[in-house]
């Protein structure tokens, strides 16, 4: 349904749940709560539904979603699932981890999901109230992040009626997301691996497993997140401030006192779970400029530093 609608604030609870299934079995669209950030689902076989969340979100055709799945069985279905696959869904999932992998020819997903490669992406998510909705309705959902396209990602069911109220019809309130951080998006191919997207889950945990990445870019866009510019508040953003200038406002982490600190003990994970929420309220700020004070590239910090060199460009 295209146009300005009523969108309807549900609480994730068993009736919520149940609602929003309701919804997306007709085709509507949901946005979600995951562990990572919430997600704008629709069900994945549906070439109409999944036209929807191109509209809502303005989002460019070229970019594939990410479907979401219940468990490795549901992925089988829909994709070629090797032994590498299964060693990283046995350590990651359910969790923020992403797998693009070949598409069987008989995948029932539409065509707009994949943007019109032989790939898919899949995640297996951790949060219950978007495992609970995957149970009850029993589909394979497309979600990428619930908010116009190119802009800061919502964690909260408040940052989705922000950018999108009026455009879906419903958002389950599962609370803050915990992680904060789009998921780890990594290719499987048959010359190797690859990260596409640095995530929650670090390159190095994944070669721990897999032994070094031995493919290098396709040059394509295969996932979510590969655009130059993405993540964006909005307003011009610069990195590694150590102090703000005056029409800035100062994003903090660490020692680097800010009006908005991604975590004062320096602490990446906390920094990672607040990064989304601190540029929403430098977004809502009366200042023109946006400061973010150095992050380490340690460990989750080169995903940190990802988002906010796109949110950047």
């Given at each position: 349904?295209?146009g300005?609608?009523v969108?309807?604030?549900l609480r994730?609870?068993?009736?919520?749940?149940?609602?929003?299934?309701r919804?997306?079995?007709?085709?509507?669209?949901?946005?979600?709560?995951?562990?990572?950030?919430?997600?704008?689902?629709?069900?994945?076989?549906?070439?109409?539904?999944?036209?929807?969340?191109?509209?809502?979100?303005?989002?460019?055709?070229?970019?594939?979603l990410?479907?979401?799945?219940?468990?490795?069985a549901?992925?089988?279905?829909?994709?070629?699932?090797?032994?590498?696959?299964r060693?990283?869904?046995a350590?990651?999932?359910?969790?923020p981890?992403?797998m693009v992998?070949?598409?069987?020819?008989?995948?029932?997903?539409?065509?707009?999901?994949?943007?019109?490669?032989?790939?898919?992406?899949?995640?297996?998510?951790?949060?219950?109230?978007?495992r609970?909705?995957?149970?009850?309705?029993?589909?394979?959902?497309?979600?990428?992040?619930?908010?116009?396209?190119g802009?800061?990602?919502?964690?909260?069911?408040?940052h989705?009626?922000?950018g999108?109220?009026?455009?879906?019809?419903?958002?389950?309130?599962?609370?803050?997301?915990?992680?904060?951080?789009?998921?780890t998006?990594?290719?499987?191919?048959?010359?190797?691996?690859?990260?596409?997207?640095?995530?929650?889950?670090?390159?190095?945990?994944?070669?721990?497993?897999?032994?070094?990445?031995?493919?290098?870019?396709?040059?394509?866009?295969?996932?979510?997140?590969?655009?130059?510019?993405?993540?964006?508040?909005?307003?011009?953003?610069?990195?590694?401030a150590?102090?703000?200038?005056?029409?800035?406002?100062?994003?903090?982490?660490?020692?680097?006192?800010?009006?908005?600190?991604?975590?004062?003990?320096?602490d990446l994970?906390e920094?990672?779970?607040?990064?989304?929420?601190?540029l929403?309220?430098?977004?809502?700020?009366?200042?023109?400029?946006?400061?973010?004070?150095?992050?380490?590239?340690?460990?989750?910090g080169?995903?940190?530093?990802?988002?906010?060199?796109?949110?950047?460009?």
């Amino acid at each position: 349904m295209s146009g300005k609608q009523v969108t309807e604030r549900l609480r994730a609870d068993s009736a919520g749940i149940e609602r929003a299934a309701r919804l997306l079995g007709e085709g509507r669209l949901v946005a979600v709560p995951t562990e990572t950030v919430y997600g704008l689902a629709a069900r994945a076989d549906s070439a109409g539904s999944v036209a929807e969340i191109y509209r809502a979100k303005g989002r460019p055709d070229f970019n594939p979603l990410i479907v979401h799945v219940l468990d490795l069985a549901d992925a089988t279905r829909l994709a070629e699932v090797d032994d590498r696959a299964r060693t990283l869904a046995a350590a990651f999932w359910p969790g923020p981890l992403t797998m693009v992998l070949p598409k069987k020819p008989a995948s029932p997903i539409a065509p707009a999901v994949t943007a019109g490669l032989d790939t898919i992406a899949l995640r297996c998510p951790a949060h219950p109230a978007m495992r609970a909705l995957l149970g009850e309705s029993g589909l394979s959902l497309a979600a990428p992040s619930a908010n116009p396209s190119g802009a800061i990602s919502p964690t909260t069911a408040e940052h989705v009626l922000a950018g999108l109220d009026g455009k879906i019809a419903a958002v389950l309130d599962g609370g803050p997301s915990g992680r904060g951080l789009e998921s780890t998006i990594v290719a499987l191919r048959d010359s190797g691996w690859q990260v596409l997207r640095p995530g929650p889950i670090a390159e190095a945990e994944i070669v721990a497993l897999l032994g070094d990445a031995t493919t290098a870019e396709t040059g394509k866009i295969e996932a979510p997140g590969q655009l130059t510019s993405h993540y964006a508040p909005g307003k011009p953003v610069r990195l590694g401030a150590a102090i703000a200038e005056g029409d800035e406002f100062l994003i903090g982490f660490g020692n680097v006192v800010g009006e908005c600190s991604l975590s004062e003990a320096g602490d990446l994970a906390e920094a990672a779970s607040r990064l989304y929420g601190c540029l929403h309220e430098a977004a809502a700020s009366d200042r023109p400029r946006i400061a973010v004070a150095p992050v380490p590239e340690d460990g989750i910090g080169a995903a940190i530093n990802d988002r906010l060199r796109r949110a950047a460009a």
